[in-house]
C-alpha cells in the first residue's frame, strides 16, 4: 500500500488524508494487517466427514471451515461414504477423495474380519474416483487377513495410495503384499522419530502425515529429533487435522494456523513441502487426471 499523493508541506494532501486513515485503522486492527500478509497455503491431508457430522455441519459449512483456513486442499475420507461425495461435489477442485472401508465408525475394529467390506469397496470403486483408499485401522499380523489382503489388491490395480493407521509391523506387511504400494502412513504410527526414521529409509513409498500430534511443534518450536527426520526426508511428510469426531471440525482453523507457525521455524522450501508440496506430489497424477 503506498500513498498515492504525497501532498505539501502544509498537508497530507487529498489522498494523504485517506491514506492516513487506512493506516489508523490497519493500526487499530491487527487482524487487518494480518490478513494482508500471504499465508502459507496447506494440503490437509487427514479430513473425516462422516455421518454423524452432516447435520450439525452441512456440507457448505463444512468447505467454508477449510477456505477459512487457508486449506488449497484436503485427502478427505468419511463412514460412509457419501460425506466425502457430497463434499467433493460441491468443491472438486479442493476435496480430494479417499475410499474409507467403514459404512459407520462402529467398524473400526470389526472391518478385517468383515467380508461384506469387499463388496462395498468394490461397488464404490466402480461408482466414483479416488485418490486412496483409508484412512483404514490395522495392525500386526491383522494386515495379512484376506479382507485386507484384497483391500491392498484393489488398490494396487487402481494405482490407489493407502492411507493406514497402523503400526510398523502392519506397514511392513503391506509392502510385502505389494511392493510398490504408496502408502501414507496416518499419525506416523504414533511411533518415535527413530523409529519412523527406519521405516522411512527401507522404504521409498512410505510417506508419513502428521495428524493428531503436537510434539514436533508442540511450543512453536521443531525440537531437534524431528528437525533432523524432516531435514532426512524433506518429501516424505505432511500435515494433518485428523476431524474424527465432528467437533474436531472446529480445530481445522486454528490447526492450520498451528501448523504454519511451527513450520516458520523451519526453512522455506522444507516448510512449503511438509505444508502442502509434499502431498500435492503424492496425489498429484490423480488430481491432474480429475482436471480433464
Ligand atoms: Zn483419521
Known amino acids: 500500500m503506498n500513498p498515492p499523493d504525497h501532498g ?79 463434499l467433493h461435489a460441491l468443491a472438486p477442485e479442493l476435496i480430494v477423495p479417499s475410499l474409507r472401508p467403514y459404512r459407520s465408525r462402529s467398524e473400526v475394529s470389526t472391518w478385517v474380519r468383515d467380508q461384506t467390506v469387499v463388496a462395498f469397496l468394490e461397488d464404490r470403486l466402480e461408482k466414483s474416483r479416488y485418490a486412496a483408499i483409508g484412512e483404514f485401522h490395522v495392525y500386526g499380523a491383522d494386515a495379512d487377513l484376506p479382507v485386507v489382503r484384497r483391500l491392498v489388491a484393489l488398490a494396487k490395480e487402481r494405482k490407489l495410495v493407502l492411507h493406514a493407521h497402523s503400526d510398523a509391523d502392519a506397514i511392513e506387511r503391506l509392502f510385502r503384499q505389494d511392493p510398490d504400494a504408496r502408502i501414507l502412513w496416518a499419525h506416523s504410527g504414533f511411533d518415535r522419530p527413530d523409529a519412523v526414521r527406519e521405516l522411512l529409509r527401507r522404504h521409498r513409498n512410505l510417506w508419513c502425515d502428521l495428524a493428531f500430534r503436537s510434539e514436533h511443534g508442540a511450543t512453536g518450536k521443531v525440537p531437534p529429533e524431528w528437525r533432523a527426520l524432516f531435514t532426512e526426508f524433506p518429501d516424505r511428510f505432511m500435515v494433518g487435522t485428523d476431524t474424527f469426531t465432528p467437533e474436531r471440525w472446529h480445530y481445522i482453523v486454528e490447526h492450520a494456523n498451528w501448523s504454519r507457525a511451527w513450520l516458520a521455524e523451519l526453512p522455506p522450501a522444507l516448510a512449503e513441502r511438509i505444508a502442502w508440496r509434499n502431498a500435492e506430489a503424492l496425489f498429484g497424477t490423480w488430481s491432474a487426471a480429475a482436471r480433464k
Open 8 to 86: 505539501t508541506p502544509h498537508g497530507p494532501g487529498r489522498f494523504g488524508l485517506q491514506w492516513l486513515a487506512a493506516m489508523a485503522l490497519a493500526a487499530a486492527l491487527p487482524t487487518f494487517a494480518a490478513a494482508q500478509a500471504p499465508r502459507l497455503p496447506i494440503f490437509d491431508a487427514h479430513i473425516h466427514y462422516s455421518h454423524d457430522a452432516w447435520d450439525n455441519l452441512p456440507p457448505p459449512a463444512a468447505i467454508a471451515i477449510l477456505r477459512e483456513a487457508g486449506v488449497r486442499r484436503a485427502l478427505v475420507s468419511s463412514s460412509g461414504d457419501e460425506g466425502t461425495q457430497r
